[in-house]
């Protein structure tokens, strides 16, 4: 009855976990950290307006007091008004400089969500491992409590030792100390993955999200190339800003009322560039521009690279795996035979033992396996572009 409601608590519980998609969701929506990377873009924006508008106009007073030879006194004033006024050309080149910034923002906040997404797959993937490597010691478990159950069986028939059917006991118990030393490093983990998601209550989570690759290969490229690519055209938008030597034109005009006349004038002043020419802000903008080139060639050498490694990794792990599921299938068979021939007293312990670690160790290895080709996958996907914004 014990049994049958914990298997009814267990099923239960797995109805309700919550799937991987809902959490990543959930952790993209919440987390302070993604939160405080996209309050650059609002920033960006704001600086983008900054660096287009147009300077305040300047309005001066002046009052005079004039006393003539005569001894009459009369009072006079003046009013003049300034506006700067932007040269041709300087503000599409400005307005283009703030775009380019706001991309290059945008594809900062996108490496940022992309890195963020894959980091906590990574770390999904090895509590998802941990999970399956307890199952697998349940069921090593259960092997291992038949083995003891037809030992004491076998002892108390008088067809084995008092020492072997211990042997089989200690086989048991190191199984369940092992049982409990997963359920710490899982538990950790499963902490270690609220606290990078940014959430702060328990949740049920299943671990048996599967990753794969697209179906279709994807045209979008890194997100750290793409930075780095728009970086570049941020820096040629700066450079062609900075080669206009002047930007500003300041018209002017103004009244004066004396006491004999009125005078109205009118006029623009215009800076001269004899000797701040931006020259230098130009060549090092052009200088950052390709070096950032530069940049970009290598960062698609290296993820060309990288692609064909996790490309042949994929293969060999697949392989792999079908040759353990094989392999499985054929240990499987084995145990049980040895199993019904440790009853009749056909084979002794010690082989029938070596027969259930080996089926254990095989399934290890293919739940390693399956854990380095979802790996595998992670790191595809975020090289294709599959997080991209």
Not at 78 to 104: C, E, F, H, N, Y
Not at 121 to 138: G, I
Not at 162 to 168: I, K, N, P, T, W
Not at 338 to 353: G, H, K, S, V
Request: proline share 2%; net charge neutral.
């Amino acid at each position: 009855m014990i049994k049958r409601l914990s298997l009814i608590v267990c099923v239960a519980s797995s109805l309700c976990a919550q799937s991987f998609d809902t959490f990543l969701n959930s952790a993209i929506n919440n987390s302070p950290y993604l939160k405080s990377s996209h309050l650059g873009i609002a920033q960006t924006a704001l600086q983008g307006k900054v660096l287009t508008r147009y300077n305040n106009p300047e309005l001066s007073l002046e009052y005079a007091r004039f006393q003539a030879d005569t001894g009459n006194n009369d009072n006079g004033f003046s009013i003049g008004v300034s506006q700067p006024l932007r040269l041709w050309g300087i503000g599409r080149d400005k307005m283009s400089l703030a775009k380019r910034q706001m991309q290059t923002e945008q594809s900062r906040y996108s490496v940022t969500k992309a890195q963020f997404v894959r980091e906590l797959s990574l770390e999904y993937t090895v509590y998802a491992n941990l999970k399956k490597q307890l199952a697998l010691s349940n069921e090593e478990l259960r092997i291992a409590q038949h083995i003891f159950d037809i030992s004491q069986q076998r002892y108390l028939a008088g067809t084995i030792s008092h020492g072997v059917m211990l042997q089989a006991q200690v086989d048991y118990e190191m199984v369940t100390v092992k049982i409990e030393t997963l359920h710490l490093n899982a538990l950790e983990q499963y902490y270690a993955l609220l606290r990078y998601a940014g959430i702060t209550e328990e949740i049920p989570l299943a671990y048996t999200h599967e990753f794969d690759l697209p179906s279709k290969m994807l045209t979008a490229a890194n997100p750290e190339l793409l930075y780095v690519q728009r970086q570049t055209k941020e820096a040629q938008a700066a450079a062609k800003v900075n080669t206009n030597a002047v930007e500003w034109a300041t018209l002017h005009a103004s009244y004066d009322s004396e006491p004999d006349q009125d005078i109205v004038r009118m006029g623009a002043s215009i800076p001269l560039a004899l000797f701040n020419t931006r020259s230098q802000e130009q060549q090092i903008a052009m200088l950052e521009a390709d070096k950032l080139t530069l940049l970009a060639e290598s960062t698609q050498a290296k993820l060309a690279i990288e692609r064909k490694r996790l490309q042949q990794q994929r293969s060999m792990l697949l392989r792999l795996q079908k040759q353990y599921k094989k392999t499985l299938e054929t240990q499987t068979k084995l145990l049980h035979m040895f199993e019904d021939a440790y009853t009749i007293a056909r084979i002794n312990l010690l082989e029938l033992q070596n027969i259930k670690n080996r089926l254990i160790s095989t399934k290890e290895n293919i739940i390693q396996t399956e854990t380095a080709l979802h790996q595998n996958a992670i790191e595809t996907n975020y090289i294709t572009g599959a997080y991209n914004d």
